[in-house]
Each structure stands twice: as C-alpha cells, then as structure tokens.
C-alpha cells in the first residue's frame, strides 16, 4: 500500500522557517521523482518543487525559487521541503507527491500525500 506522510506543518510568523518532511512507503522511492504542491483557501492546486531521482537537480515555481529548498534521502524514503523568508501568501497545505519522471510528478502525480498546513501569519 502507497503511502505519502507529510509532517512539519504548522504557524509561523512572516520571515521564518519550517522544514516539511514526507515519508513514503509501499513503492521503490529511489526510483521516483518527487514533488511538492500546495493549495491556499479558494484556489487551486499548484505546483511548488520538484526533484529528481538522484536528488541531483531540483526545480521549483517562480515564487518560491531562492526561497525553498528540495532535497531527498533515499536511505529513509524521504524528501524534504525547507521553506525560509516565509510570507503570508504562503499559507496552504502543503502536499507531497510521486511521478516515475519529473514531467510526471509535475503535471500528473502517481502518488499524493494527505497534505500538511502551513500557515504564515503577518
């Protein structure tokens, strides 16, 4: 069974940090693309990073590039969002996701977490 946990989530005030954690299980993470997407009240879902297999080349939305950081580690099925210089309008829930290629996990992810809350306040 698939399985995407997300953890990490919570208040923070403008300018802080929080790292998000998803652990997987039930497939060969190694062998997975993974994404983050986050959906604020009233819109849609969006695209926020994603990394590759290897963890060597990540990509990310216009509007947290500089700002978040994706990384992996395959030894404990994980991957891991570090979000610094927060803003309000990045509260959401978080999600991770899984794609078997990058442009998968972008656009049309096997896998989805739960979703975790990130709220930033001002």
């Known amino acids: 069974q698939v399985q995407l946990a997300e953890s990490g989530g919570g208040l923070v005030q403008a300018g802080g940090s929080l790292k998000l954690s998803c652990a997987a299980s039930g497939f060969t993470f190694s062998m997975y693309c993974m994404g983050w997407f986050r959906q604020a009240p009233g819109k849609e879902r969006e695209f926020v990073g994603a990394?590759?297999?290897?963890?060597?080349?990540?990509y990310y939305a216009a509007s947290v590039k500089g700002r978040f950081t994706i990384s992996r580690d395959n030894a404990k099925n994980t991957v891991y969002l570090q979000m610094n210089s927060l803003k309000p309008e990045d509260t959401a829930v978080y999600y991770c996701?899984?794609?078997?290629?990058?442009?998968?996990?972008?656009?049309?992810?096997?896998?989805w977490g739960q979703g975790t809350q990130i709220t930033v306040s001002s």
């Open positions: 996701a899984a794609g078997d290629t990058i442009g998968k996990v972008t656009t049309a992810p096997a896998y």
């Open positions: 990394i590759n297999w290897s963890g060597d080349s990540s």
